[in-house]
């Protein structure tokens, strides 16, 4: 008879189905997990990009978005009104002019300079004070097809408006015009935007446009992305003469520039607020005298260098410009320029002027 074996020596018979559903829960456990953590990555990645405000390189105008701006409507064709300025007047003395999208500053007679309001989607109700047209400011109205608004003119100016064909209002000769007899003449006349509209469609001008355009705008941050030759500036100061003196100081909090004249702030009168832009850009502009009165004429047409400065930063850039009513057009590194979403101030200043940033 056959001896049983003892306990020690009993061998058990693996199951090996039992082995390969062990294995297999596994596996499907591990592949579970690992898709979850796929899926929630890629959600945090699409969260990300969702919240992530995207920089807009200074010299990409492809990225520049065409709606949704705050600088004016651009689902609207309102045309434009350009406005003369008498800048010969104190710091405090102007009112409306920050309501202006775009406002050029220029030389004139006798080393003093003049300025230029153009408005667009506003309904400012005080303007000024206004004063004459100067030729050279022709080109930068016509170039935003603007209508162009003045009080008198030189003789240029006139010969200029005929032979260029100009939408004008002429305060010696056209409503929409006061004065302000609590202010010295000449300088104590004012206007709004309602009455030159008025003036306007009277006189038969066109009050749409599809030209106006001027500047590449974006209303996300510009990024300096690779710019060697960016320099700081919080502190900007340029001349125009030797008693006209023009200078900005950047505000970081609401990453605008307040404008000073002559070293003291540049104040509206109504509201008592210190001017303030968004974007300034210098033009260097070869300026020459005319006659014994000292009335100037500008190199418009042509091309030049300058600066371009937003958000505590500035760049060296070129400007161009094929005619008297074509379009300026600004470049930094060959590309057209990109600006920030607000309100600009072109300084055209003398070839010759001292211009400091820092």
Do not use: C
């Not at 405090?92 to 202006?100: F, M, R, Y």
């Amino acid at each position: 008879m056959r001896k049983p074996k003892s306990l020690g020596e009993v061998r058990i018979k693996p199951n090996h189905n039992k082995k390969k559903i062990i294995i297999i829960s596994v596996i499907s456990v591990a592949l579970l997990l690992i898709l979850i953590g796929l899926f929630y990555f890629l959600l945090s990645m699409n969260d990300s990009k969702s919240n992530k405000k995207e920089n807009v390189k200074i010299d990409d105008v492809s990225t520049v978005p065409k709606k949704d701006l705050t600088v004016y409507d651009v689902n609207s064709n309102k045309r434009p009104i350009a406005v003369m300025i008498d800048n010969n007047v104190g710091n405090n003395a102007h009112v409306g002019l920050q309501d202006a999208y775009l406002t050029y500053e220029i030389i004139v007679e006798g080393g003093l300079t003049r300025i230029m309001a153009i408005f667009k989607d506003v309904n400012t109700s005080v303007i000024g004070p206004v004063r004459s047209s100067r030729h050279y400011f022709l080109d930068y109205a016509l170039e935003s097809d603007a209508i162009y608004a003045h009080y008198g003119w030189s003789t240029f100016a006139q010969n200029d408006i005929r032979v260029l064909g100009v939408n004008n209002i002429n305060g010696l000769y056209d409503n929409g015009y006061y004065r302000n007899y609590n202010i010295a003449a000449p300088h104590n006349v004012f206007t709004s935007i309602e009455d030159l509209y008025n003036v306007a469609t009277s006189k038969g001008y066109s009050t749409t446009s599809d030209n106006y355009s001027l500047l590449n705008y974006t209303t996300d941050d510009i990024a300096f992305n690779d710019t060697s030759d960016l320099l700081t500036a919080n502190n900007i100061s340029m001349t125009y003469s030797y008693s006209e003196v023009r200078s900005y100081t950047y505000d970081s909090t609401n990453r605008y520039y307040l404008r000073y004249m002559n070293n003291s702030p540049h104040i509206d009168r109504d509201s008592g607020e210190g001017y303030h832009y968004k974007n300034i850009i210098i033009m260097k502009v070869n300026n020459s005298t005319l006659d014994s009165y000292g009335r100037q004429a500008l190199d418009t047409v042509g091309s030049g260098e300058g600066y371009y400065i937003t958000n505590g930063y500035a760049i060296p850039i070129t400007w161009s410009k094929d005619s008297r009513s074509g379009k300026t057009h600004y470049y930094y590194g060959g590309n057209e320029l990109v600006v920030s979403d607000g309100n600009t101030m072109i300084q055209v200043v003398p070839v010759n002027s001292s211009i400091t940033i820092s």
